[in-house]
């Protein structure tokens, strides 16, 4: 099973960017799928989380600005993040869970906000 994200970059204060996680070897339907990040020193925190019914939840500091969803078809999830703060740069992993507590990570995505 694989987890490939992409879509991270250099975007300004107040911009938007939105990523993607492609899964492959695994049925995305059977996963709680998430978004974490870490910044460098720091660790690693959950940003958002979407069920495999659809429900999400986010991290306080990005509710109202991120939306974490899903498509089982396309065997993606993404993350649209808008109104980027500097203290949202960090590396962006994707991360997949089941039932069975099996575990996919993501190698990351890197997104750095800054003027």
């Known amino acids: 099973a694989q987890l490939v994200e992409s879509g991270g970059g250099l975007v300004q204060p107040g911009g938007s960017l939105r990523l993607s996680c492609v899964a492959s070897?695994?049925?995305?339907?059977?996963?709680?799928m998430s978004w974490y990040r870490q910044d460098p020193g720091k660790e690693r925190e959950v940003v958002a989380s979407?069920?495999?019914?659809?429900?999400?939840t986010y991290a306080d500091s990005v509710k109202g600005r991120f939306t974490i969803s899903r498509d089982n078809v396309k065997n993606t999830v993404y993350l649209e993040m808008s109104r980027l703060e500097p203290n949202g740069t960090a590396v962006y992993y994707c991360?997949?869970?089941?039932?069975?507590?099996?575990?996919?990570w993501g190698q990351g995505t890197q997104v750095t906000v800054s003027s």
């Open positions: 070897g695994l049925v995305l339907g059977r996963y709680v």
């Open positions: 991360h997949a869970r089941d039932w069975l507590q099996n575990i996919v």
């Open positions: 979407v069920s495999s019914g659809g429900g999400q």
